[in-house]
C-alpha cells in the first residue's frame, strides 16, 4: 500500500453546497485527501439527511455523500454567520455552492467579498442555468436541467413519452465538471505567479447539453432531430438489447467490422459474417432490423449464461442488466474494492460503493462516514478560529451555529 500523500491534500474545501450536484463534487474532494469542511444549517442540516431509505433517523445515502467530510453549523442568513463563514475563507482554497445566483451575493458573500479577504480563492458555483444569461435567476433542479439540456427528449421509446434516467444524471455530471473545473483553477493558480484565483461556473443544463454527442452540428447541417430509440444505438449497428431462452435480457455490442464478423460465426451465422452488404457498419445500419432478428432468434435458443459464455468465447461486447442485487454479488466488483464495507454508528454494517477513478500511487479512500450535524463545530471553531468555550455557547444561544 502506497504511504504517499493523497493527491489532494492540503486542500481545503468549504462545501456550502446541499443535496446532489455540489456535494457529489465535494465527495470526490474528501475521497482524494481535500479536508471538505461542510457547512450546514443549525438544527436542520442538509435535506439529503433525510432523503430516500432511512436507517434510524440519517438517510443512508447521506454516508455515501457526505464520507470524509466535516460537518459544521452555521446560519448563513444572518451577518454573525456570514462572518464566520469570511474567516474560514481565509485559509480556504476552494468554496464550493450550489444555490441560486444571486444568493451569495445578498449573504454579503459572493465572489467580489470573498476575493477581498482571500485573493486565491477558488468560487465554485453550480446552478442550473449558470450565472449570466436570460435564465440565471429561475431555480433549476437536476430533473429540469435533463429536459432543457436535450436528455429526457432522447430517454425511452418513439412511440411513448420521454422519460426520466433512473438516477440524477443531471447533477451528478454537473458535480464531476465542478471537479473538473476546480482543479483546472487549482493548476492555474499553482502555476502562476500572482496565485490569483476564479470563478467556475457549472450550469447543470450545459453539463446535460455537452453529452450530446454530434447532434446540435447534425441538425445545424442536415435539419435532423435525434429521437428517442429505445434500447437501441441509432446509427450504430447491431447494438441492442436481447431476450433469451428462460427471459432474462443481454445487452450485445456488435457494431465494429471485426466484432460483429465474431458475433456472426459464433451464433452459426457465417454467410452473414462473409457477406459484403455487411462489413462496414452503414451496410448494417441499412439493415439493421434483419440482423437485430437474426441475433434475438439466436438468443431464444439460450439461456442468459449459455449466450453469454458463447459470445465472452468470441471475444464479443456482452452483458446481462444488472439489478443492484446482482451488483452486490458480483466478483469483479469485489475484486476491483468497489463494494466497501462500513460500519455505521449503531454498530450496524453497510455495503457502499468503491473509489473512482483508481490511481496506482495516490489512490484515494473511505476514511470516514458521513458525520453527524456539527459533529465537527468545537474542532473548528477552537482550533481554527480560536473561539472559546464561551464564544461558541453564545452562538449556538443565538441560533447562530
Not at 436507517?55 to 448563513?76: C, E, F, M, P
Request: aromatic residues 8%; charged residues 25%; negative net charge.
Amino acid at each position: 500500500m502506497s504511504m504517499r500523500k493523497k493527491p489532494l491534500e492540503g486542500v481545503r474545501v468549504l462545501e456550502l453546497g446541499s443535496l446532489v450536484a455540489a456535494p457529489y463534487a465535494g465527495k470526490i474532494f474528501s475521497e482524494f485527501g481535500a479536508e471538505v469542511i461542510k457547512v450546514e444549517q443549525p438544527k436542520t442540516g442538509d435535506p439529503l439527511r433525510n432523503w430516500r431509505v432511512m436507517h434510524g433517523d440519517t438517510s443512508v445515502w447521506w454516508y455515501v455523500q457526505a464520507r470524509n467530510k466535516k460537518s459544521i453549523t452555521v446560519n448563513l442568513r444572518e451577518e454573525k454567520g456570514q462572518e464566520i463563514v469570511k474567516r474560514l475563507v481565509k485559509e480556504a482554497d476552494v468554496v464550493l455552492e450550489n444555490f441560486k445566483p444571486g444568493t451569495l451575493e445578498k449573504w454579503n458573500l459572493g465572489y467580489e467579498e470573498l476575493k477581498k479577504i482571500n485573493p486565491s480563492i477558488i468560487l465554485t458555483r453550480v446552478s442550473g442555468y449558470g450565472q449570466t444569461g436570460p435564465y440565471k435567476h429561475k431555480p433549476g433542479f437536476g430533473s429540469v436541467a435533463e429536459a432543457i439540456g436535450g436528455l429526457r427528449y432522447l430517454t425511452g421509446y418513439p412511440d411513448r413519452p420521454p422519460v426520466r434516467t433512473g438516477v440524477a444524471i443531471g447533477d451528478m455530471i454537473a458535480g464531476l465538471y465542478a471537479v473538473i473545473g476546480t482543479l483546472m483553477a487549482l493548476f492555474a493558480r499553482d502555476n502562476s505567479e500572482d496565485r490569483i484565483g476564479q470563478v467556475v461556473d457549472v450550469a447543470l443544463y450545459e453539463s446535460v447539453f455537452s453529452m450530446l454527442e454530434g447532434m446540435l452540428p447534425e441538425y445545424h447541417l442536415t435539419g435532423q432531430i435525434r429521437q428517442r430509440t429505445g434500447s437501441t444505438l441509432p446509427g450504430i449497428a447491431p447494438s441492442n438489447t436481447y431476450e433469451c431462452k428462460d427471459g432474462n435480457h443481454l445487452v450485445i455490442g456488435g457494431n465494429g467490422d471485426s466484432i460483429f464478423k465474431r458475433l456472426m460465426t459464433a451464433i452459426g451465422r457465417e454467410d452473414i459474417a462473409n457477406d459484403p452488404k455487411y462489413a462496414t457498419n452503414q451496410g448494417r445500419v441499412e439493415n439493421v432490423e434483419f440482423l437485430d432478428e437474426v441475433i434475438e432468434s439466436w438468443t431464444k435458443q439460450h439461456t442468459l449464461k449459455e449466450a453469454q459464455r458463447i459470445l465472452d468465447e468470441a471475444q464479443v461486447p456482452v452483458g446481462p442488466i444488472y439489478t443492484i442485487k446482482e451488483i452486490a454479488k458480483d466478483e469483479h466488483y469485489k475484486e476491483r474494492g468497489m463494494l466497501q464495507e462500513v460500519t455505521l454508528p449503531d454498530g450496524e454494517k453497510l455495503l457502499v460503493p468503491g473509489i473512482v477513478p483508481k490511481l496506482s500511487e495516490t489512490p484515494g479512500d473511505i476514511g470516514e462516514i458521513g458525520p453527524k450535524l456539527g459533529e465537527h463545530n468545537e474542532e473548528i471553531y477552537k482550533n481554527y478560529l480560536q473561539l472559546t468555550d464561551e464564544e461558541i455557547e453564545n452562538l449556538k444561544k443565538e441560533g447562530i451555529i
